[in-house]
C-alpha cells in the first residue's frame, strides 16, 4: 500500500493513542484490533493471526501481508512468552524494524494470544502485565479463562475485560480446546458472550472448543483434525447478534480444501501457529496440512529448509539431553535457548526461512479470502472522527439473567491445559 496516499495517512492519524504514543513519528500501519475485525466481518473474509515464536515469523508474515495488500494480526500467548525469544517486550520492536525494511504500508495488528486466567491471583497479575504490554504497542488481547467452569470464567472475564481500553480488540473464549469431539455448546456460548455484553463487555471474537487441537495432529497415534463446522455455524449464528464471530484456533494440520470453507461458518480470526515453527525448524511437512511427520517416532529434518542442519542437530541433542521426545511438543521450548542462534543464521539461511512462512502465508490469506481487503481496514478507521475504535454496541438484557444460577455448567472447575496455539 502507498504510504503516501490519503487513506493510508489517515489510519496513521486513527491508531489508537498507546500506538500513536510509542511509535507516533514512524509511518507504522500497526492498527487497532478492532479496526481489523471489522473489515475482516464487512468483507466475509478471515484474518490470518500468526503466532511469532521467533522473530523471523514476523517478517514473514509482514512481507506477505504487504505482497497480497491484506491485514494480518502478530500474536503470542501468554504461555509462549516464557519460552519463546519473541516476547511482548520486543516483538513491537521487531515489527517495526521489519515493516521499515518493507518500506512500510504494511496494517497489521499486535495480538496478545490466551491470556490465561487461573484465578484470583492471575487477575491480579493481569492488570499490571497487560497495562505494560498495551503501552509497548500491543493493540488486541486474548482473554482466556476457559478452563474455569461457566460462571466462574464470565467474571474473570468480564473483570479484565473491563480494565483493558476499550479501543482495543477483544477475544474471550468458551470451552477448552482439546481436539476432535470436545465441543462448546450453543447455551454456553449465549450465556457467555450474552453476560459480557450485560456488563458492558463487547469482544470482537469468540474462541471456541470446535474439535481443533493446539499443535501437531499425531497420525501414527490415531490422532486427527476434528473442526466441527456446524457447531461452530450454529455458535456463530447464535452470538451474531450481539457483534461477535469466531475465532478459529488449531489451524496447523487441517486441510486447505477445508480451511477455505471457514468463511461460511462465521470464523473471522484464523490462528496459525505450530505450523511456521516447523517452517523455521525446517521439519519435513505434509504439504497440504502443514503438520509435522514423523517417521519412525521422530521429526525428520529437511536439507534446504529452515535453519542449517548443524543447528538443527545441536537443538536436537539439547532435546535428547532434557529427556524430550523426538516427536515431542516440548520442542517448542527450544525457541527460547535458540533463537537468537537461529537469527544468527547466515542470510540465505534466515531468508529461505522468511520466504517459505511467506509462502505459507500468502496460501492462508488467500484461502481466508483476505487479500486485497488492507483497505477496508482504512475504510474502518475512516468511518470515525479521530483514533478511538471504541465499538459501537447495544446491551441486549439485565445482568440478573446471568448470574451463576443460570450457568450451563455448574460442576466446578474444568482442568487446566496447554493455552498455546
Not at 330 to 342: Q, R
Not at 385 to 400: H, W
Request: some cysteine; charged content about 25%; aromatic content about 8%.
Amino acid at each position: 500500500m502507498d504510504i503516501g496516499s490519503k487513506g493510508y495517512k489517515n489510519l496513521l492519524a486513527r491508531r489508537p493513542l498507546n500506538v500513536q504514543a510509542r511509535f507516533g513519528s514512524e509511518p507504522l500501519a500497526l492498527a487497532s484490533g478492532r479496526d481489523i475485525a471489522a473489515a475482516a466481518k464487512e468483507s466475509g473474509s478471515i484474518v490470518l493471526a500468526g503466532n511469532a515464536r521467533n522473530a523471523l515469523v514476523i517478517k514473514g508474515l509482514l512481507q506477505a501481508a504487504r505482497e497480497l495488500d491484506a491485514p494480518v494480526l502478530i500474536e503470542l500467548a501468554k504461555s509462549e512468552s516464557s519460552y519463546c525469544g519473541a516476547t511482548y517486550d520486543n516483538i513491537p520492536d521487531y515489527a517495526l524494524k521489519y515493516s521499515a525494511e518493507l518500506g512500510h504500508g504494511v496494517i497489521f495488528a499486535l495480538h496478545v494470544d490466551h491470556y490465561a486466567i487461573k484465578g484470583i491471583d492471575d487477575l491480579k497479575k493481569g492488570v499490571g502485565h497487560l497495562t505494560k504490554i498495551i503501552a509497548n504497542g500491543f493493540t488486541s488481547v486474548a482473554i482466556d479463562a476457559s478452563h474455569l467452569d461457566d460462571y466462574a470464567n464470565l467474571c474473570a472475564t468480564r473483570d479484565l475485560g473491563t480494565w483493558i481500553p476499550s479501543p482495543i480488540g477483544l477475544e474471550v473464549e468458551v470451552g477448552e480446546i482439546k481436539g476432535a469431539g470436545e465441543l462448546s455448546t450453543v447455551e454456553e456460548a449465549l450465556y457467555f458472550i450474552g453476560g459480557l455484553n450485560a456488563r458492558g463487555v463487547f469482544p470482537d471474537y469468540l474462541a471456541i472448543s470446535n474439535g481443533s487441537l493446539h499443535g501437531t495432529y499425531d497420525a501414527s497415534a490415531g490422532v486427527t483434525e476434528g473442526i466441527d463446522l456446524t457447531r461452530t455455524k450454529e455458535i456463530a449464528d447464535a452470538i451474531a447478534p450481539y457483534g461477535v464471530s469466531i475465532a478459529q484456533h488449531g489451524i496447523s494440520g487441517t486441510p486447505f480444501d477445508k480451511v477455505s470453507q471457514f468463511s461460511k461458518y462465521g470464523i473471522n480470526k484464523g490462528n496459525v501457529a505450530t505450523l511456521f515453527q516447523n517452517v523455521v525448524f525446517g521439519i519435513k511437512m505434509d504439504p497440504d496440512t502443514g503438520n509435522a511427520v514423523t517417521e519412525g517416532g521422530t521429526y525428520v529434518k529437511e536439507s534446504g529448509r529452515g535453519i542449517s542442519d548443524a543447528l538443527w542437530r545441536e537443538m536436537a541433542s539439547s532435546a535428547d539431553a532434557q529427556g524430550m521426545s523426538r516427536k515431542s511438543g516440548d520442542y517448542k521450548k527450544l525457541n527460547l535457548p535458540f533463537h537468537e542462534k537461529i537469527l544468527a543464521e547466515p542470510d540465505h539461511i534466515t531468508g529461505r526461512i522468511v520466504d517459505e512462512v511467506s509462502e505459507w502465508a500468502k496460501r492462508f490469506i488467500r484461502a481466508f479470502g483476505g487479500e486485497g481487503t488492507a483497505e477496508r481496514v482504512i475504510e474502518a478507521a475512516s468511518r470515525r472522527a479521530d483514533y478511538n475504535s471504541s465499538p459501537e454496541r447495544v446491551i441486549r438484557g439485565p445482568r440478573v439473567k446471568f448470574g451463576p444460577e443460570s450457568a450451563p455448567d455448574r460442576t466446578g472447575a474444568k482442568q487446566s491445559g496447554s493455552f498455546d496455539d
